[in-house]
């Protein structure tokens, strides 16, 4: 796989989701940021429309390349400026095994 510095040209955040307890039995929501303004190759792959909950929505599927980097889940998300939508993590593999890439694809499916 061959990407070259000059195709990183987007910037991403990657973020996770963790329930922390509230202290009276209940918990709340929290987001943290994993990974902050990084490098990444966004391409647009396809895009549908969906019904969920009896709306229409368009569902729009990336394909990320950033640097490799360790602890990526398929629970986490991806915030990207160019889609208002968080971009969900659908798979993040390591195409080659030499850890110098990491492909995420992602969508904006609910």
């Known amino acids: 796989m061959n990407v070259s510095a000059g195709e990183l ?25 994993i990974a902050g303004n990084v490098a990444a190759k966004v391409e647009g792959l396809t895009g549908t429309e969906a019904v969920k909950e009896k709306v229409l929505r368009g ?3 990336y394909r990320l390349t950033i640097r490799w980097r360790p602890g990526i889940l398929t629970s986490d998300r991806i915030s990207y ?18 850890r ?11």
């Open 9 to 33: 040209r987007h910037r991403i955040d990657i973020v996770r989701s963790a329930s922390t307890p509230t202290g009276r039995g209940g918990f709340t929501e929290t987001v943290a940021t």
């Open 59 to 61: 569902v729009r599927v």
């Open 81 to 98: 400026s160019g889609d208002p939508e968080p971009l969900n993590i659908r798979s993040a593999v390591d195409l080659d095994g030499r």
């Open 100 to 110: 110098r890439w990491l492909v995420i694809h992602a969508d904006t499916e609910a």
